[in-house]
Structure formats: structure tokens, C-alpha cells
């Protein structure tokens, strides 16, 4: 009984149903019971440590479009103005082209209802004004041109009688020449006939007819002199004539040419006008044209920022807010600055959107339910407090595609796949504080061909 001796008692013996201290020496059941509990329970942990786990990088964001035009966008008016007439309401869906709203003007220079009307008369006027200049620039140059040949023509006869005169100078040094040959002969002639009187060989009559043409001779130089001399005289002023002749007509075309220049000047200058004036009424038209607020693309009017009639909305001011139709859905994750280099475009994502209930494993991606896969699109280069955004398009080889229902803006939370590690090892990691693996060998290619296909594929699933 106390262990000394070797012989047991056994145990449906009558001592233990009548002594009750026999039975407390016994020992309990359920310590055994326990023992072996505890004991598969901790090989169960060990055996627990040993299973595969992935690792993977978390991160919150929300519901965005991959393409910028597919983003919710604000309509502002080109022109400011007060609102006169609504044509829609938030929620309803418009047409690109459709008309959103109507403003009236503020500007008092565009009040006159006939403020085009009066533009393009002014217009109309000053193309009569530059058709006239015109044709006074045409006159100007027929005036050039007319004074250019009379100036050669008169010009030419000048030249004609220049020559004429050199001529005549030639004819009246001959007779000169000739002349001056008689007249020597008729003194020569009178001298001897002199002698011969004083020697009274000859009568006086033939002395006084000698010396009559003596005198006839000298005459006749003096004429023959003073005619080559006013010949000489008029042949100077004949080409003094072709110079002032040129200089007279050369000071018309040149005051001509002065006024032309003047006149195209002026022409050039109501073209100015006429281009601003032009300008004008274009910007005008354009202006009344932008009096009807238009939906830019197709979408659906989700918040008007304005309300009521007769607000006045400036320029540049947000008038109503419009979202897409058919987005190509993204989502739009922050993650850490310490993980980021962990990542790469292609690596798989699962993501549990809000609305959607689902069981997350985080480390055994098999066991997790209601989630959706999902592939690094984008990372920026630049952080955001701290964070840095990456963008995630739904995985083309995922069999179950996102949902139909999702909407921009909707909160989601998701997880990158990374390398599967031992159990201990993700505990020993996490102590220690140290990043997780990066991925090794990753199947996504950076060639732009596979993003173009991927992106097809894409598309088309969503037309689907």
C-alpha cells in the first residue's frame, strides 16, 4: 500500500469500497488525461511551426480608375456668368455634348442683343475702307508706271535732239570752216585790189566791189560764228533738259511711291483693325456659344456644387461633378517606404473590397474566401505622407473577375503575395523586425506587347 512491498492490491478489491483513503492514493484520471493533451498539443505546435506560410505586404486604399479621363471630373464653365436654367440632376445619366446647364452674361460690354450684329457691320466698313485704299494703291501704281514711260519718253526725244544738235554742230563747223575760207579770200582779194588802186592799176569801182564783199565776208562769219555758237548753246541746253527732265519726273514717282508707301501703310494698319475687329466677334460668338454648360464625355452627374437660379458661378469655377461610364476600374493602395522595394510591377495581389464579406487568411491565400486577385499596374516614384501609392488591376488570369457592383471611391484592403516561408520563420521574423523576402523570379515581364495584351484581355472581360 505505501509502495514498500511488491504484492499490489488488486483493484475491485473490497478494501477500496471500504476504505475510501485507499482510493485517494490512486492517481486521478484526468491528470492523465491532461498530460497527454498537453503533450499533443505541443508537438502539434511544433508541427505548426513547420508549416508553409506566405509572406505578404499589406496596405488600405480605395477604388480608383486606372485612366485619368475615367476619374471623376469636375465641369467648369469657360465663361462666367448666372445661372438661368438646370437641364439635369445628380444621378441622372448624361451623353457627351448633353446640356448640363444655361448662364446668362454679367459683363456689361456684352449686354447689347445686337452687340454682333454691329461688330459685323463695323467689319463690312473697314473692308470698304481697305478695298478703297486698295484701289488707290493700284492708282498710284498705274500713276508710277505712266510717269516712268513718259519720263522715258521724253527722255528719249531729248536724247533724239542731243543727237540732232551734234549733228548740226558738225554741219555748222563746215559752213563755218567754208566761211571763214571765203572771208580770208575776200580780204585777200580787197588787199591786192588796194594795191594795185594805189599803184592806179585798177579803177576805184573794182576797189569798192572788192571791198563790198570783203565785207559781205565778214558777215557771213559773224552769222556762220554766231549760228554754230547758238547751236552749241542749244545742244548744252538740250542735255541740261534730258537731266532736268529726269529729275522732274524721278521727284513725281517718288512722291508716287511716298504716297503708295503711305497708302499701304494705312491699308496694313485698318487690316489690324479689321483682324481685331474679326477677333472680337469670334471671341464673342464663341463667347454666347459657351452660355450652354456641356457634359464632356459621358457619366453620370454625381454632386452639382452649385444649386439654385440665379447664382453667379465665376470662371473656373466647378459647376457639377461627373463620373465616367464604364471606368476601367484600379485600385489605389498605400504601402509603406520600407516595402516598397519588395515590390515590382506584376506581383499578385488579393484584395477584400467593402461590401463584400470574406474570410482573410493573409498567410495561406488557399484558404481564403471572398477575396479577389488582383496585379501591380503602377508604383510611384514619389511617396505621399510617408506612404507610397501603387495601383492594382484586376488579374486577367483570374477566373472569378471582379464585381460588377463595385463603385470609385469604395474603401479596399489588400495584401501582396510574396515568398512562402516556414511558420517559424515569419515569427522570427516579425520579432526581429526584419523586411520579408523579396520575390524571386517573377513571371511578369516589363515589355509593353504584354501590357497591351493583358490590357485587351482586360477590356474585353469587362465587356463581357
Known amino acids: 500500500m505505501l509502495g514498500v512491498s511488491k504484492n499490489t492490491i488488486p483493484e475491485g478489491d473490497k478494501l477500496f469500497e ?25 508537438l502539434a505546435g511544433i508541427a505548426f511551426l513547420f508549416l508553409p506560410w506566405q509572406q505578404n505586404i499589406a496596405g488600405f486604399g480605395q477604388l480608383t480608375a486606372l485612366r485619368p479621363e475615367d476619374r471623376p471630373q469636375k465641369v467648369y464653365p469657360i465663361v462666367g456668368g448666372r445661372i438661368e436654367q438646370w437641364y439635369t440632376q445628380e444621378g441622372q445619366f ?30 463690312d466698313a473697314q473692308g470698304d475702307a481697305i478695298g478703297s485704299l486698295g484701289d488707290k494703291a493700284v492708282a498710284l501704281d498705274q500713276q508710277i508706271a505712266a510717269d516712268r514711260a513718259a519720263m522715258d519718253l521724253e527722255i528719249n526725244q531729248a536724247r533724239n535732239k542731243v543727237e540732232q544738235l551734234r549733228y548740226k554742230i558738225t554741219i555748222d563747223s563746215a559752213d563755218l570752216v567754208a566761211i571763214e575760207t571765203q572771208y580770208e579770200n575776200a580780204i585777200n582779194q580787197f588787199e591786192r585790189e588796194k594795191e594795185l588802186f594805189k599803184k592806179g592799176l585798177t579803177s576805184k569801182t573794182d576797189l569798192e566791189n572788192k571791198e563790198l564783199k570783203a565785207k559781205e565776208s565778214t558777215a557771213k562769219l559773224n552769222s556762220a560764228q554766231n549760228k554754230l555758237a547758238t547751236t552749241k548753246n ?25 504716297d503708295k508707301s503711305s497708302t499701304l501703310a494705312y491699308v496694313n494698319e ?21 452660355y450652354i454648360i456641356r457634359a464632356p464625355q459621358a457619366g453620370y452627374i454625381i454632386k452639382s456644387l452649385l444649386t439654385g437660379i440665379g447664382e453667379i458661378v465665376k470662371e473656373g469655377q466647378a459647376l457639377v461633378t461627373i463620373m465616367p461610364e464604364n471606368p476601367l476600374l484600379a485600385v489605389e493602395l498605400y504601402v509603406g517606404a520600407n516595402d516598397v522595394p519588395l515590390l515590382q510591377r506584376g506581383t499578385h495581389v488579393r484584395l477584400q473590397f467593402d461590401g463584400w464579406p470574406s474570410l482573410v487568411f ?11 486577385g488582383g496585379k501591380i499596374a503602377v508604383i510611384d516614384y514619389v511617396n505621399t505622407k510617408n506612404k507610397y501609392r501603387i495601383l492594382v488591376v484586376p488579374d486577367v488570369q483570374d477566373e472569378e473577375g471582379w464585381p460588377a457592383a463595385l463603385r470609385v471611391g ?29 520575390v524571386e523570379g517573377s513571371d511578369y515581364e516589363n515589355n509593353e506587347e504584354k501590357e497591351k495584351i493583358e490590357q485587351l484581355e482586360y477590356d474585353s472581360k469587362l465587356k463581357r
Not at 493573409?362 to 479577389?372: D, K, L, M, N, R
Open 234 to 258: 542749244e545742244y548744252l541746253n538740250t542735255v541740261l533738259e534730258v537731266s532736268s527732265k529726269r529729275a522732274e519726273y524721278m521727284s513725281k514717282i517718288a512722291k508716287a511711291m511716298s
Open 18 to 42: 471500504d476504505f475510501y483513503v485507499f482510493e485517494l492514493l490512486q492517481t486521478p484520471r484526468y491528470g492523465k488525461i491532461v498530460a497527454y493533451w498537453s503533450l499533443g498539443i505541443f
Open 94 to 123: 448624361v451623353n457627351a455634348g448633353d446640356t448640363i446647364a444655361r448662364i446668362s452674361e454679367i459683363k456689361d460690354y456684352y449686354f447689347d442683343p445686337n452687340l454682333t450684329d454691329r461688330m459685323a457691320s463695323q467689319i
Open 270 to 290: 485698318n487690316e489690324q483693325k479689321l483682324t481685331k475687329l474679326e477677333n472680337e466677334l469670334t471671341n464673342v460668338e464663341v463667347r454666347k456659344a459657351n
Open 410 to 438: 469604395s474603401g479596399v484592403y489588400g495584401w501582396a503575395m510574396l515568398n512562402e516561408v516556414p511558420i517559424w520563420y515569419e515569427l522570427w521574423r516579425q520579432l526581429n523586425a526584419f523586411p520579408p523576402l523579396p
Open 362 to 372: 493573409s498567410g495561406w491565400e488557399s484558404a481564403t474566401v471572398g477575396t479577389f
